[in-house]
């Protein structure tokens, strides 16, 4: 079945240092790509997305571009901040919003002054 | 941003007595809610499917004879864990969508302890 895979925390970085978190996925189809962010104490909130190969989703200042060759959405974010620190979480929809979400299992990132 | 409330945020139970949760969504008309369960350092996994009206559609695996799910109303969902044992510990987190091809927006979830 679909699964997502998503690098282990928790990641602990200096703030403006550069962030990756690698998520690679495994799917029949053509899923969807989601990075959803959960801050303490809040619930999942959709950070960005990308619907097909090669497209780059972006907000915030973080990025992942679709990767079908490599089967990987990996995040990015150039100069981090304090208040980046949370669980992020990768995701993929076999049909877009309209399909269940397959989660991985979450990045735990903290960001220190 | 749409906002989506769950009640109670953090619920100790004794074994064998049954739990309620609640799920709103506080800004929006919600014809679809899902349930997700989150173990410690695992992922969040789909146990059930509800929509408005109608019964819900369980995940392999999920009894939803223990897991209760109703969804009377269009901004509220419920999960009823029936007696309840310590092995449903667990963080359960609901999220709600407006129409199929909207994004789910998801509530803080709520940790349950059965002792």
């Known amino acids: 079945g679909d699964s997502v895979t998503q690098m282990e925390g928790p990641v602990t970085l200096s703030e403006e240092a550069f962030l990756t978190i690698n998520c690679t996925y495994t799917?029949?189809?053509?899923?969807?790509l989601f990075w959803y962010v959960q801050y303490p104490g809040e619930g999942l909130q959709l950070l960005l997305k990308?619907?097909?190969?090669?497209d780059k989703g972006s907000n915030k200042g973080f990025e992942a571009t679709y990767r079908k060759e490599t089967t990987s959405f990996h995040l990015e974010k150039g100069s981090v901040q304090v208040s980046d620190s949370a669980v992020y979480f990768c995701a993929l929809s076999e049909r877009g919003s309209q399909g269940n979400l397959i989660f991985g299992k979450g990045t735990k990132l903290s960001v220190k002054p | 941003g749409a906002v989506v409330s769950q009640h109670p945020s953090r619920v100790i139970c004794k074994s064998g007595t049954s739990v309620k949760i609640e799920c709103r969504s506080l800004d929006f008309q919600a014809t679809t809610m899902f349930w997700y369960r989150q173990f410690p350092k695992q992922s969040l996994m789909l146990m059930a499917t509800?929509?408005?009206?109608?019964?819900?559609?369980?995940e392999q695996g999920v009894e939803k004879d223990k897991f209760l799910i109703n969804h009377a109303s269009l901004t509220l969902s419920t999960l009823t864990v029936a007696s309840a044992h310590p092995e449903d510990s667990s963080f359960y987190i609901c999220s709600a969508r407006q129409g199929a091809y909207d994004e789910q927006y998801f509530g803080p979830g709520t940790r349950l302890t059965v002792t």
């Open positions: 509800s929509n408005e009206g109608s019964k819900a559609t369980y």
């Open positions: 799917a029949t189809g053509y899923p969807s």
């Open positions: 990308a619907t097909k190969a090669d």
